[in-house]
């Protein structure tokens, strides 16, 4: 069927046409979603099972990159509480050390308790 209508100026048929093919895909694929038969939309069945493989496809793969994203939090939380635990570890090691030292050290509180106890004997 043929309308002649007026030209629009930036506006062009072979672009309208470009964009209808282009986006047939999507078209069809987001009315079959919407419940709308492949008879309704004449489609093949062929063409419906793909556009229907399309679509869990793209279901796969969104729940993969949601994997995706949730591990990478899961990994940056882990490091980050594994960071904190080893500088604790790392200040109570030194704690540890210090204390250590300040009981059995050469100048220590052991060593000078033995010395007042000779001392005094």
């Known amino acids: 069927m043929f309308a002649p209508t007026q030209r629009t100026e930036g506006i062009s048929t072979s672009d309208i046409i470009t964009r209808i093919v282009r986006d047939y895909d999507v078209y069809v694929r987001r ?12 489609v093949s069945f062929i063409n419906e099972k793909k556009y229907h493989l399309q679509e869990r496809v793209d279901k796969v793969k969104r729940k993969v990159r949601d ?18 635990l080893i500088q604790k ?3 109570k090691s030194r704690e540890f050390i210090g204390n250590f030292l300040q009981m059995f ?10 010395v007042q106890s000779l001392i005094v004997v």
């Open 89 to 91: 570890w790392e200040e």
């Open 105 to 114: 050290g050469p100048e220590g509180a052991l060593v000078r308790m033995l």
């Open 31 to 42: 009315n079959l979603q919407r419940g709308y038969t492949a008879k309704e939309l004449n």
């Open 67 to 84: 994997v995706e994203e949730k591990s990478k939090e899961f990994v940056q939380k882990v490091e980050e509480k594994s960071i904190d």
